[in-house]
């Protein structure tokens, strides 16, 4: 996992655009791993308490197997906790088909292509929000 970051209302300016500015290279796609970490911090918070995970990735998972398992294992012990992916790159992409065909309840999935600031801020919230209502 190349970096971890928080974002809070009173807290928010730039914080993604600063976030991707210290992390240098990333490249790869461990689903599995970044899901893990972020049940880890969430089970500091108080039982039940609701979390959006906005998951941004350019790709499918590099093992596919390990993410179901996590994805699952998420739904099954952290309901409160949702996955919002967003993906960037070619809609297109087959890479995206693996979150096309994501069931478990506790994900989504936004693709918002290859050009996403051209997107409105409401075409991201709705995006991201579509599906995801604590």
């Known amino acids: 996992m190349d970096g971890t970051g928080e974002l809070t209302l009173d807290a928010f300016d730039n914080k993604v655009d600063d976030l991707h500015a210290g992390l240098g290279r990333m490249g790869r796609t461990s689903y599995h791993v970044a899901v893990e970490e ?3 911090q969430h089970q500091k918070a108080a039982p039940g308490t609701p979390a959006l995970v906005v ?3 350019d790709g ?3 093992a596919k197997t390990p993410a ?3 994805l699952a294992d998420a739904a099954k012990n952290h309901p409160a906790v949702h996955f919002a992916f967003v993906a960037f ?3 297109e992409n087959k890479a995206f088909d693996y979150l096309r065909k994501l069931k478990t309840p506790n ?3 936004f693709l918002a292509g290859e050009t996403p600031r051209e997107l409105t801020d409401a ?3 709705e995006g991201i929000l579509s599906t995801w209502r604590p």
């Open 123 to 125: 075409e991201v919230y």
């Open 38 to 40: 972020v049940l880890a």
């Open 107 to 109: 994900t989504s999935h």
């Open 60 to 62: 499918a998972p590099d």
């Open 55 to 57: 998951f941004q990735t």
């Open 89 to 91: 790159g070619d809609p």
């Open 68 to 70: 179901n398992q996590a």
